[in-house]
């Protein structure tokens, strides 16, 4: 069976590139509280949901264990078609007596014996069901594969969907108290009824239980994608309003006839019942004669009831033939068994044929309906905002009620809701109509993925750290920067051990491949790798010492002020532009703040924070062999900074 296309999908993460980010222990809990630690990575992209997913997911290994399987089965069913070869030894103390007469002796046997089948129809038989096997545990593979994915895309977009109705209802919940706020300013000015404020005030309390119960949603949305793929799901990229989701051009036939053709459902079926016509010829093999070629050696002092004889030695060749003649009936019950068996098989792709069709049918209609209701939809969000404006002008006009004004907002933000509803429904029915007609590729997938650019990108520093000093405060068992920005505010910043394991590894990764690009492939081995990673380390590290003894003032360690603010950072962002790398630190209250720090500097400072280290007695197994082949001298000490 030929590989899916599908399986590429596996390297899509790399595709499009997205910020790392790194979680302290201490902030677990409060991002994910009652979750496990498999959820302590975020994910932001459609490709790293994918990626986490193939990782993840408990019924995709089950189903590449059992292809794993039907590959064992498949080495066995040829391993016993292939020669076989024994050897006996018996050595044994032999003690006879007859007549009165006690005889005493040893004796031995030797024996290497070839076997080769010559024909047996029932092993030739299993042989051809064991390749059928294995093709249908990869067409099932393939099954739990693509449908993994488009569960993973279905979740992913239900996310997008409560996120986009919370935002809706959010803006709703703005106009309508800007609305009541303006009725009551009416009634104040006896301009209005009291029904009016009255009705403002309900629809408000429905806009605001409405806002729970989408709350709620994207909750349980949140942790579904989540549980399908252990990854909690952070700033999640959009879809973009301006992308064009391609229409339907083929008929409803071309689809049903991809999906007979193409669908690895159907595909599995086939095998499985090939597989069952392959049982009943091997089960019909046990009326056939069994042929083998016998070669055997045996030297041997014994003879016919263990007597001593000579030893001999004999050559053995020949043809062994068996027929079988009567099993008491077990083999026609066996033929009998297997034909129904094949009928069952047979029965079943026929099954797995309709409902494969019912569905692809059902999907396409899914997919055509949805088109017209975007389209429906989007009309209706341009009919609704100038009716809600139109509206709004008549009540400031006195020609409309303020129930007309605030019915009008209800179904200009429904038509929004709706909108987006479509839309995202539209994705993911055609990603479930290419799924069953069996399509799906890797570019399906990174043609959805293109889809979703980040429309609200987080800033990418707040405030930026233009000097910090970094040392270790033993009663806090923390390491401490110091951080100074352009207005000269002082920042504090503390670091759990926690936390720097897990940005260590970051940030040595970006400095190694810094260095990979500039040696030639022909010299990137791991010993000038290393090599060259000790000498720009202390490059660095003498680079720092020369700036403190030349230039004392501009060295000069950054100090905490009365007024410096204090944060323990929870969680980092990582981010690698061209031949920088930023570090953004954030805290409660969304607090961030962000260092930009060329290779030189970074390794700078990781020279600091490994002294650091060392003087809090922290495990040192984190550190790369090449940071602790750069420390020739203790120069690094407490306080240095990064400028």
């Not at 709703?172 to 006896?190: C, F, G, H, M, P």
């Not at 046990?286 to 014994?302: C, E, H």
Request: aromatic residues 6%; hydrophobic residues 40%; charged residues 25%.
């Amino acid at each position: 069976m030929k590989r899916s296309k599908i399986l590429p999908a596996i390297g899509l993460s790399v595709l499009i590139a997205c910020p790392i980010t790194v979680l302290a222990a201490d902030s677990l809990d409060s991002v994910n509280q009652g979750f496990t630690d498999e959820t302590s990575a975020l994910g932001f992209t459609l490709e790293n949901f994918f990626t986490a997913a193939l990782n993840y997911s408990p019924g995709l290994r089950i189903a590449e264990e059992m292809l794993n399987i039907g590959s064992a089965r498949k080495r066995a069913a040829n391993g016993r078609l292939l020669p076989q070869l024994a050897a006996n030894a018996n050595v044994n103390d032999n003690r006879r007596s007859s007549v009165n007469q006690l005889q005493k002796f040893d004796g031995s046997r030797y024996s290497v014996q070839l076997t080769q089948v010559l024909f047996n129809w029932r092993d030739f038989a299993a042989r051809n069901e064991a390749y059928l096997l294995e093709d249908q545990a990869e067409a099932e593979y393939y099954v739990q594969l693509s449908a993994l994915l488009t569960d993973v895309a279905e979740k992913y977009f239900d996310v997008l969907q409560s996120e986009d109705a919370l935002e809706s209802i959010r803006s709703e919940l703005n106009a309508v108290t800007n609305q009541l706020n303006l009725i009551q300013s009416y009634y104040d000015r006896q301009l209005a009824q009291i029904t009016d404020l009255y009705e403002a005030r309900a629809r408000l309390a429905a806009v605001q239980a409405e806002q729970l119960v989408l709350q709620s949603e994207l909750a349980l949305t949140r942790d579904a994608l989540r549980s399908a793929t252990g990854v909690t799901a952070g700033q999640l990229y959009r879809l973009s309003e301006s992308v064009e989701i391609p229409v339907l051009e083929d008929s409803i036939d071309y689809w049903v006839r991809q999906a007979r053709n193409n669908s690895h459902l159907i595909q599995a079926g086939r095998y499985a019942m090939q597989a069952a016509g392959e049982r009943v010829s091997g089960s019909r093999g046990a009326y056939m004669p069994d042929v083998s070629l016998v070669v055997q050696r045996q030297d041997t002092d014994l003879g016919f009831d263990n007597s001593p004889i000579d030893l001999t030695e004999t050559t053995f060749i020949g043809v062994t033939v068996s027929i079988p003649l009567f099993a008491g009936g077990s083999n026609r019950a066996a033929v009998s068994e297997a034909i129904s068996r094949r009928n069952i098989a047979r029965n079943e792709l026929r099954q797995i044929q309709l409902d494969v069709s019912e569905r692809t049918r059902a999907a396409y209609l899914l997919v055509k309906s949805t088109e017209v209701q975007t389209q429906a939809a989007q009309k209706l969000v341009d009919s609704t905002a100038l009716s809600a404006e139109a509206m709004q002008q008549g009540f400031e006009l006195g020609t409309v009620t303020s129930v007309d004004v605030l019915n009008a907002l209800r179904n200009q933000f429904q038509a929004e809701r709706d909108f987006q509803r479509t839309r995202y429904e539209h994705v993911k029915l055609l990603l479930i109509l290419k799924r069953e007609a069996g399509t799906l590729t890797a570019d399906d997938l990174i043609e959805v993925g293109v889809w979703l650019p980040l429309q609200r990108p987080e800033p990418l520093i707040m405030t930026e750290l233009l000097r910090m000093t970094t040392d270790y405060q033993a009663l806090d068992d923390r390491i401490r920067v110091v951080g100074e920005t352009k207005s000269q505010e002082v920042i504090v910043l503390w670091l759990t051990q926690r936390l720097l394991i897990r940005l260590l590894p970051h940030m040595l990764e970006w400095l190694e491949k810094q260095t990979l690009s500039e040696i030639r492939p022909a010299d990137a081995n791991e010993q000038t790798k290393e090599v060259l990673q000790v000498f720009k380390q202390q490059s660095a590290r003498a680079e720092m010492s020369k700036t403190a003894s030349s230039e004392p003032a501009k060295a000069a360690p950054v100090k905490t002020k009365a007024d410096s603010r204090s944060v323990l950072v929870e969680s980092i962002d990582i981010r690698k532009p061209g031949q920088t790398i930023q570090l953004i630190f954030k805290g409660q209250d969304d607090f961030r703040v962000g260092i930009v720090l060329s290779a030189q500097q970074l390794r700078q400072w990781l020279a600091i924070i490994r002294a650091q280290w060392e003087s809090a007695a922290w495990p040192l197994a984190v550190w790369p062999n090449w940071i602790t082949k750069s420390l020739t001298n203790k120069s690094t000490g407490t306080g240095q900074g990064i400028h």
